[in-house]
């Protein structure tokens, strides 16, 4: 019934906004009508130039919605299970005052706002990572409901959801608008299996944003160089393998040629040994496990695919093992960032936070999503780095609660995509080098683009990891290695679907 009573707010509201767009003043002379003869009567004829449509903000989209929520006083805690001390686990969640940082008094604009509409409290119960899948188990064992919402990384959420710990996001769907913005798409697209969805990523939670894998540009050298501009690429559909390629091989790369290369060397491209290699998998739109009708199965053996994550290998070695084209640190990101900070590579791969990292740097530098496999792949892809948040129900939820922690969580998802987005972006793209229209759009893509592999939420499949260990030692050979990991990678994602058909 909620999602009937929204349907028709929605199309009242456009139906108002296009009646507003549509009404003129006779007395302006108005630049909407035009005269003209028409070539076989005679006759003046009009034409009306189209309206110019209005952008909507996210209040006015999210209005409908928060309307068909109600305001029933519910009138207590909603308590939150956190990790503690990872990044911005804790401060997505809660603050005690409004602040002059705007993330801060975001998430306190939320909070009040969910407050003042329903009477609920959100209160945060941070425990440390390693302890918070346990935590979970404990509480349901107990039955004690102690908890209405968990907020743990990838790992442990993919494990609650595999041992039935978790709560299916389907089963309120009358509450929850999962296709709106904010909820995350990809959480939707790849994590459901049996008809279920364990797990999901939204407006709420920003840890997962500050760890989504982009790519910045150093805009300085690219105009030195003359090379392509690589925003109007990406609008082109261009941004691709070969067309990074060609851009990390310029006459930049060439003329420094310095003969030892070390960090102190410069580089068409820098990053980790970590996420940064794996991401080349993703951004190809490759996944290892690939949901088929609901059944999860491996997409990255030889029969399957083998002749494109091939292909992905052999361009992996010929960029990323160059010594004169790449150089990714060894566990050391601050390294990295230093060297892009002193204009020492013209393209660096890290996840969305670090740019904020970058508030001394002198030259001017943009945001962009990873390059596709090609001209053909239809959207840019990256991925989530694991410890990253996710957004997960307790399965011990009580069935006369449902529609209250669905209408809480929903409101707290909209208030985030009014209050909470906008401020991320704000604080992401600060430095005034950073801040150009095309950067939001850029972080628009890129948010949108992202990528769920339960191969690896999953780690114990193990292929995300063998993808990475081979572009780092600088090897194609991916039939071999998958002869050795293929047994090992079968058996425990039929372990996982063994557990999740039971539940």
């Known amino acids: 019934m909620k999602r009937i009573i929204c349907s028709i707010l929605v199309l009242l509201f456009i139906f108002a906004c296009f009646a507003a767009c549509s009404e003129k003043d006779p007395n302006t002379g108005g630049k909407t009508d035009t005269k003209k003869v028409d070539q076989q009567t005679n006759a003046p004829t009009t034409t009306v130039e189209p309206a110019e449509t209005k952008e909507l903000t996210n209040e006015e989209v999210a209005a409908p919605y928060l309307e068909s929520l109600g305001d029933t006083k519910y009138n207590r805690d909603f308590n939150i299970l956190c990790m503690q001390g990872v990044g911005n686990s804790e401060k997505e969640i809660w603050v005690e005052n409004a602040s002059d940082e705007p993330i801060d008094n975001a998430v306190f604009l939320r909070n009040s706002a969910v407050y003042d509409r329903f009477g609920v409290t959100i209160t945060p119960h941070p425990v440390a990572p390693g302890t918070l899948a346990a935590e979970v188990q404990k509480d349901n064992k107990a039955n004690s409901h102690s908890y209405d919402l968990i907020m743990a990384n990838g790992p442990d959420t993919g494990s609650l959801a ?117 991401n080349f998998l993703y951004t190809c739109d490759m996944t290892t496990v690939q949901i088929n009708d609901g059944t999860p199965e491996i997409v990255c053996g030889i029969q399957k695919n083998a002749e494109k994550i091939t292909k992905i290998l052999e361009w992996c070695k010929k ?107 704000e604080v992401t793209l600060k430095n005034k080098k950073a801040r150009d229209p095309d950067s939001t759009k850029m972080i628009d893509i890129i948010l949108k683009s992202r990528k769920y592999d339960l191969g690896y939420i999953y780690n114990s499949i193990g292929l995300a990891d063998a993808f990475k260990s081979l572009v780092e030692k600088g090897q194609s050979g991916w039939d071999g290695t998958m002869q050795k990991s293929e047994k090992r990678a079968k058996n425990a994602l039929n372990k996982i679907i063994k557990q999740y058909s039971k539940i």
Not at 175 to 186: A, C, E, F, R, S
Not at 215 to 229: G, M, R
Not at 257 to 268: K, L, Q, R
Request: charged content about 25%; proline content about 4%.
């Open 162 to 278: 595999q041992n039935g710990y978790l709560y299916n996001f389907l089963d309120l769907s009358e509450t929850l608008n999962l296709d709106q913005p904010w909820w995350d798409p990809g959480t939707l697209r790849d994590c459901e299996i049996y008809g279920k969805v364990y797990f999901m990523n939204g407006d709420i939670n920003i840890l997962d944003n500050d760890v989504t894998w982009i790519l910045l540009f150093n805009k300085d050298l690219i105009k030195k160089y003359d090379l392509d501009e690589p925003y109007q690429l990406v609008y082109d559909d261009k941004w691709t393998l070969d067309k990074f390629y060609e851009l990390i091989t310029s006459d930049f790369n060439r003329a420094s040629d310095v003969g030892e290369y070390d960090a102190n060397a410069y580089y068409g491209f820098i990053t980790t040994n970590g996420g940064g290699l794996t």
């Open 319 to 425: 960029t990323i093992s160059d010594p004169h084209l790449t150089w990714f640190s060894k566990n050391d990101p601050a390294q990295t960032k230093e060297m892009f900070l002193k204009d020492h590579a013209m393209f660096y791969s890290e996840v969305l936070s670090y740019i904020v990292n970058l508030s001394d740097m002198e030259s001017d530098y943009g945001v962009l999503p990873t390059p596709k496999y090609d001209e053909a792949q239809k959207d840019y892809r990256t991925h989530v780095d694991g410890v990253g948040s996710m957004i997960s129900i307790p399965a011990n939820m009580p069935e006369d609660k449902k529609e209250e922690v669905a209408t809480i969580i929903e409101a707290m998802a909209i208030y985030s995509y009014i209050y909470l987005t906008p401020a991320y972006y």
